[in-house]
């Protein structure tokens, strides 16, 4: 569904940094056949704030109800937190409004993915999910019925786990050297981290799983970036990536690859141009 210029409509789900950029992007004409129509975020002051920036002006919203009401709306692109997606990914779906997911974290819940699956395939929806801040998911996705073991270290310096329920006990203690936080299943590492290692959701929908994809998450205050590491092994072989990122440098836990890959992945999607490694 479009509006009648043709442009996709988008009711944009959480005006932090993450939606900021992506409404820009969309207001700047970087995403051609597209259109924010309407904004919502729990903070109204947030909402407004962002409503002012673009142009044309879209509606401000005070409830997600308000937004999927909200004339031309076809495609709602969450930036908020997993749960927006755990409290309002069905009720997009049951409205018929396709869903762009970049907080995958939420993706963890098997169950719940499974869920948004059925309705989006029983009212024609689509669901959208960047790499994010990662690579060779193209690569991975495609020998996800031969792979054996999964593993992805995420290394960042340890301002940017500040306020992670993992990283509590670590809150007031200088950490000087590497320090492993966690290593174990994708399942708990999105619960610990779920501002810092959406990259192992997304990891996990496109290989062996969350309870078998293995994530380490490693506190280095000499960190060049935001590192993740990927290593895949199975009977086609294995391979492995490592990108070192720079954090957003409005939001350090989150990386500006990941802003990027939400902008690209969307115009991809409205302006139906050629599609590489989709």
């Not at 909200?70 to 049951?94: K, N």
């Not at 994530?215 to 895949?232: L, M, Q, R, T």
């Amino acid at each position: 569904m479009t509006q009648m210029d043709g442009r996709v409509g988008i009711g944009l789900l959480g005006c932090g940094t993450m939606g900021v950029e992506v409404a820009l992007a969309v207001s700047e004409r970087e995403v051609q056949n597209a259109r924010i129509i309407a904004v919502f975020d729990e903070d109204p002051e947030a909402t407004e704030r962002l409503a002012e920036k673009l142009q044309p002006r879209p509606t401000a919203c005070r409830t997600v109800e308000d937004l999927l009401a909200t004339r031309d709306v076809s495609l709602v692109v969450e930036c908020a937190a997993p749960a927006a997606i755990e409290t309002y990914g069905e009720t997009v779906l049951s409205e018929g409004r396709s869903l762009f997911i970049l907080s995958s974290g939420a993706l963890a819940d098997t169950e719940l993915f499974d869920r948004l699956i059925n309705l989006a395939t029983s009212n024609r929806c689509d669901i959208i999910i960047p790499s994010g801040a990662l690579g060779g998911i193209d690569a991975l996705r495609s020998v996800r019925d031969l792979l054996d073991s999964v593993t992805l270290t995420s290394t960042k310096t340890p301002r940017s786990f500040s306020g992670a329920p993992g990283f509590v006990e670590w809150e007031d203690i200088e950490i000087t050297e590497p320090t492993i936080l966690y290593e174990g299943p994708a399942l708990e590492a999105v619960a610990l981290f779920p501002a810092n290692v959406n990259v192992a959701a997304t990891m996990s929908i496109a290989g062996v799983g969350p309870k078998r994809t293995i994530v380490k998450v490693v506190a280095d205050p000499e960190s060049p970036g935001n590192v993740h590491e990927i290593h895949a092994r199975g009977t086609f072989g294995e391979f492995t990536f490592r990108l070192v990122n720079q954090p957003h440098v409005r939001n350090p836990r989150t990386s500006h690859l990941a802003v990027l890959s939400a902008i690209e992945t969307l115009r991809a999607y409205c302006d139906r141009g050629p599609s590489i490694g989709t």
